[in-house]
């Protein structure tokens, strides 16, 4: 099973994805503020809804963010998550 990728690692991601420094911070921003709030929302024991509910919040968050961006960055963010996606394909095959 591979390591569960830090910060920094989505940070390069997005780094070499071609995203502009103001996004890449903003989405940084939006990942770092939902795992703050996580466990001040749910308390030390939250449930699988609770995950789900926040990690949607997340994702809300995220698309509303970068609606606010310019268009360059969206179609690079746009061509990432395309990206992961064939990445996570590919290791459901392997």
Do not use: W
Not at 28 to 44: D, Q
Not at 68 to 77: A, G, L, N, P, R
Request: proline residues 2%; aromatic residues 10%; neutral net charge.
């Amino acid at each position: 099973m591979a390591t569960r990728p830090t910060g920094a690692d989505y940070r390069a991601e997005l780094q070499k994805a071609g995203l502009s420094e103001k996004c890449i911070a903003g989405l940084m921003n939006v990942g770092g503020t939902a795992y703050v709030n996580f466990e001040k929302n749910y308390g030390l024991s939250p449930n699988f809804q609770d995950a789900i509910e926040a990690v949607c919040k997340m994702f809300m968050e995220n698309k509303k963010f970068m609606k606010s961006q310019s268009e360059e960055d969206q179609k690079k963010y746009a061509i990432h998550l395309e990206n992961q996606k064939k990445k996570e394909e590919f290791y459901l095959i392997d």
